[in-house]
């Protein structure tokens, strides 16, 4: 099975709530594949939550077209969810795959 992001959720900074074509919810921190110049933009918060699917590639894009691969996604160590007292941190906003 080819691995695909069928929604993408910004938690806070840095981390989205990723769905998975095989089902799998996950919570995931990209602050350690932030690196080089196309991920730089990526540092700002206001830039993160810029993501959008790509529905060709089945992953996570910004408006410069930094990407990931959905396996390399997949495979980093999911985050504990916060619990919920509120407001989570920063603006949360969901995009999914029409």
Known sequence: MILRILAAEVCSHYSLHLLFNNGTHKRVNLRPLLDGPIFEPLHN????????LDPVAGTVVWPNEADFAPEALYELE?????????QAEGASKMVAVR
Request: hydrophobic share 30%.
């Open 45 to 52: 918060p206001e830039y993160f939550a810029r993501v959008t």
């Open 78 to 86: 999911a985050e504990t969810e916060p619990e919920l007292t509120g």
